[in-house]
């Protein structure tokens, strides 16, 4: 079994940096690949990015490239979003994920095993 809290989350402008982190129960952390999704009020819940069990690979979605950065501590059974220039369009409530599938790049909710709680974010414009 594994759980999830996340935190980090708050209300920032537009433009502004975020950081979010998800703590990991389970001494088995280092063996799970980890992701973060994201959903808007009336919308389906997103997948933002994953991290692969070790750390050394990451994928994000085409609309987090190069503003958002994954990233973990398996010492310390933490996964950490880096987010960076906001935009109104990024607010949403962030859940970290993990699963244990062949190949990290997962990106479908069903593929995710365990799920945390959630931590809202909101940009204002």
């Known amino acids: 079994q594994v759980q999830l809290v996340e935190s980090g989350g708050g209300l920032v402008q537009a433009g502004d940096s975020l950081r979010l982190s998800c703590a990991a129960s389970?001494?088995?952390?280092?063996?799970?690949?980890m992701g973060w999704f994201r959903q808007a009020p009336g919308k389906e819940r997103e997948f933002v990015a994953v991290?692969?069990?070790?750390?050394?690979?990451?994928y994000y979605a085409d609309s987090v490239k190069g503003r958002f950065t994954i990233s973990r501590d398996n010492a310390r059974n933490m996964v950490y979003l880096q987010m960076n220039s906001l935009k109104p369009e990024d607010t949403a409530v962030y859940y970290c994920?993990?699963?244990?599938?062949?190949?990290?790049?997962?990106?479908?909710?069903?593929?995710?095993?365990?799920w945390g709680q959630g931590t809202q974010v909101t940009v204002s414009s």
């Open positions: 994920a993990a699963h244990f599938k062949f190949g990290y790049r997962r990106t479908d909710t069903r593929e995710y095993d365990y």
């Open positions: 991290i692969n069990a070790n750390g050394g690979s990451t």
């Open positions: 389970g001494r088995t952390f280092s063996s799970y690949h």
